[in-house]
């Protein structure tokens, strides 16, 4: 294990990304951060540049208009760094797959590390993704 | 001197990310514009493809905060089309499901705004509240969010009688949280400092935009389908309309919080009446869509929700239209917003419940006198600041 995937695991930050999602995962992700679920315990935070986080969560299938974006936003994340494609349209198109706007599933236009599925996730599901990953590095 | 400041359009807990150009004059809001169709995902496209029954999966997930009301709203344009009678027992179970999503989404608006003004306490509060309402979900339908309950004619699931004093402890525990959380806002001389007078949508400029639900109720406008056009079990039980003159952020914020309490009063009638009605009788079969065309409109926690299906007798519907509460409510930004100081955008632009989130996507500008850089993380910023300042001229 080199030094930065040392220092990764301690405290990961998340960068979260809604790429055409319904709102339904971008709520359970919130979820994690209330009291109930409370990952802030483990030093896991929502920040607000890409520049600053260790995970990037893409949510819902990806438009035509959020693919360059997409792709620019991953340029810019510093590596190493998860890639969480969270809900079944992130892993898969989900029910919009068909759809003549949408490019399709997120590993389609970025590499992805973490796929959790389930329409939306469970906050569980979502902190076991992240968990899963991080042992991944 | 003029600066334009614009904001967005991916913040990422928006149902449909917009993309907002605020012109400014010092601190003064002068011009807003708006533009929308960030997240287009062809939904109405799609449904043309998929049978009845499938469609209805489909508009649950339009947004996952409304994931009852877009389907309610679709089965009634269903079920005028087909000129289906609903049993008695699925009507309560649909305004059950309906009335508990209004609560969590009325009490995330909240958490939201608290923290859009620097008060993150009421963010965690509020949330810890908002969780039993999940968790009964979770028991009664089967899923956190799109419960899957609507099907044209009736419902997918029964509510059992094992599950209703499990609704009952849950609305006992809210009552109080709830009766609490209205008098914190309406008693502290800081909320009510931050938040009067920010933002008046007047009367007039209400009708003049259409703008609908909780927004237009706390300018006076007496409106909701639930009273105007009964469907589900709304004209069976007692409820009233809760009806705020303000229009400023405090008015939309009373709105929601008394809007709870009928809620919380709906589901117990429901609930008693579910008792006695018999189980099982839950869903009447519709054998054939009929040549035609049908409308089903519903009170989303937003507001009025539309739906429109137009049929030639096959089993795929020719043509569904969707018309979203916030849809109407964006343009009283323009309104609502011009004339006030940044520091407020933040939260007026909130105060319709287009659901703001604090993790934000940079859209940063010079802006040519002082070559600085705003974001939406600095709006909120601001906006916190101004709370701060209040907070400490009066002494608390």
Known sequence: MGLKSWSLKRSPWIFHVCTGSCNNCDIELLDC???????????????????????????????????????????????????????????????????????????????VDVYVPGCPPKPEAIISGIVKGLAKL | MRTTIPIGPYHPLLEEPEFFKLVVEGETVVDMDVRIGWNHRGIEKIAEGKTYDQVIFLVERICGICSTSHPIANVLAQEDLAGAEVPER???????????????????????????????????????????????????????????????????????????????????????????????????????????????????????????????RASGVDIDVRRDEP????????????????????????????????????IRQCVDRLEELPEGDIWSPIPQMPVGEGIGHEEAPRGECLHYIRSDGGNYPLR???????????????????????????????????????TERMAAVYDSSDKRLYDWQDLVRLSQEKTEKIRKELGR
């Open chain 1, 33 to 111: 951060l209330t009291p109930k679920f409370d990952v802030e315990r483990f030093g896991i935070l929502l920040v607000g540049s890409i520049r600053h986080a260790d995970a990037l969560i893409v949510t819902g299938a990806v438009t035509r208009q959020a693919a360059p974006k997409l792709k620019y936003l991953w340029e810019q994340m510093p590596k190493p760094g998860l890639v969480i494609a969270l809900g079944a349209c992130g892993c898969s198109g989900g029910i919009f797959r068909d759809s003549y706007n949408i490019i399709g599933p997120v590993d389609r236009i970025i590499p």
């Open chain 2, 90 to 216: 699925a009507q309560y179970i649909r305004s059950i499901v309906a009335e508990l999503e209004r609560l969590h989404s009325h009490l995330l608006w909240l958490g939201l705004a608290g923290h859009f003004i620097g008060y993150n306490t009421i963010f965690m509060w509020v949330w810890k509240y908002r969780e039993p309402i999940l968790d009964l979900f979770e028991l009664i339908t089967g899923n956190r969010n799109d419960y899957a309950m609507l099907r044209p004619g009736g419902v997918h699931r029964d509510i059992y009688k094992r599950d209703l004093p499990a609704i009952r402890k849950v609305m006992d525990e809210l009552e109080p949280a709830n009766e609490m959380l209205t008098k914190a806002i309406l008693d502290d001389p800081v909320m009510g400092a931050r938040l009067k007078g920010v933002g008046v949508l007047s009367k007039e400029d209400a009708i003049r935009y259409c703008v609908l639900g909780p927004t237009a």
């Open chain 2, 231 to 266: 469907y589900a079990a709304y004209d069976k039980v007692e409820w009233k309309v809760i009806v705020q003159e303000g229009g400023d952020v405090l008015a939309k914020a009373v709105v929601r919080l008394l809007e709870n309490f009928e809620s919380i009063k709906i």
């Open chain 2, 320 to 358: 569904v239209k969707v018309r979203a509460p916030t849809y109407n409510n964006l343009p009283s930004f323009e309104a609502s917003c011009i004339g006030e100081t940044i520091s407020d955008v933040a939260l007026i632009t909130a105060g319709i419940d287009p659901c703001y989130c604090c």
